[in-house]
């Protein structure tokens, strides 16, 4: 996974203040920490920072902080958003090193087109949208691809069914179910509406059942 160089400021003077003087001049105030090292104050530009993470790796994205001079390989972990606005407003960096293997969270992206549950006006239902996986921060892959060409109606695919590149320990559970293929809602709701008649004693078309077709007769 290629570096994204990311400029960044040392020195901020901590305090609610200076942290809004900070994002008044487009910059995002954070802390970078790890390896045993104290934590230090940064602050970053915020539209560096938006264009550093706008690749397809995401919150995997290994920045290389230039913080005055010193390189630092980072991670950008716990971003927190403004709850109105939706901006960033403040980052943690986390510093790591190219041959340790680290824990991340990796998107998993459904490709091609389940034609069969298409043609019976089913549902792709997918189940998991992450796959937790091991590895060191350059073989940590942007997503995982998983193919639903061959999905039925009342198929499934599983962590186990996706192709995980040399140097990568799935964390997940590989019977996990990733994606189902579901029957139509229509049908689906009949049938759940049957079995619970069924299981109420009446007939599927609403009606008291007669239990030994005792009638009085």
Request: charged share 25%.
């Given at each position: 996974?290629?570096?994204?160089?990311?400029?960044?400021?040392?020195?901020?003077?901590?305090?609610?203040?200076?942290?809004?003087?900070?994002?008044?001049?487009?910059?995002?105030?954070?802390?970078?920490?790890?390896?045993?090292?104290?934590?230090?104050?940064?602050?970053?530009?915020?539209?560096?920072?938006?264009?550093?993470?706008?690749?397809?790796?995401?919150?995997?994205?290994?920045?290389?902080?230039?913080?005055?001079?010193?390189?630092?390989?980072?991670?950008?972990?716990?971003?927190?958003?403004?709850?109105?606005?939706?901006?960033?407003?403040?980052?943690?960096?986390?510093?790591?090193?190219?041959?340790?293997?680290?824990?991340?969270?990796?998107?998993?992206?459904?490709?091609?087109?389940?034609?069969?549950?298409?043609?019976?006006?089913?549902?792709?239902?997918?189940?998991?949208?992450?796959?937790?996986?091991?590895?060191?921060?350059?073989?940590?892959?942007?997503?995982?691809?998983?193919?639903?060409?061959?999905?039925?109606?009342g198929g499934s695919l599983h962590v186990?069914?996706?192709?995980?590149?040399?140097?990568?320990?799935?964390?997940?559970?590989?019977?996990?179910?990733?994606?189902?293929?579901?029957?139509?809602?229509v049908q689906a709701a009949t049938e759940?509406?049957?079995?619970?008649?069924?299981?109420?004693?009446?007939?599927?078309?609403?009606?008291?059942?007669?239990?030994?077709?005792?009638?009085?007769?």
């Open positions: 996974m290629p570096e994204i160089t990311l400029a960044a400021e040392s020195g901020r003077t901590i305090g609610t203040r200076s942290t809004r003087r900070l994002r008044a001049e487009g910059k995002i105030p954070g802390v970078v920490y790890g390896h045993g090292t104290d934590p230090v104050a940064v602050a970053v530009g915020a539209r560096d920072f938006r264009v550093a993470m706008s690749g397809e790796a995401g919150l995997n994205t290994l920045l290389s902080l230039d913080l005055e001079g010193t390189s630092l390989l980072t991670l950008a972990r716990d971003i927190q958003h403004h709850p109105v606005k939706n901006v960033v407003t403040h980052i943690d960096f986390l510093i790591v090193r190219r041959d340790e293997v680290i824990a991340a969270e990796v998107t998993i992206n459904l490709v091609g087109e389940a034609i069969e549950v298409q043609h019976g006006d089913g549902v792709v239902d997918q189940q998991l949208f992450t796959l937790a996986i091991k590895a060191k921060p350059a073989d940590i892959p942007p997503s995982f691809d998983l193919d639903i060409s061959e999905l039925i109606i186990s069914d996706i192709k995980v590149p040399r140097g990568v320990e799935v964390e997940t559970d590989l019977e996990a179910t990733v994606v189902a293929g579901q029957p139509p809602r759940e509406e049957a079995a619970a008649a069924a299981a109420a004693g009446e007939s599927p078309a609403g009606g008291a059942a007669d239990a030994a077709d005792g009638s009085g007769e």
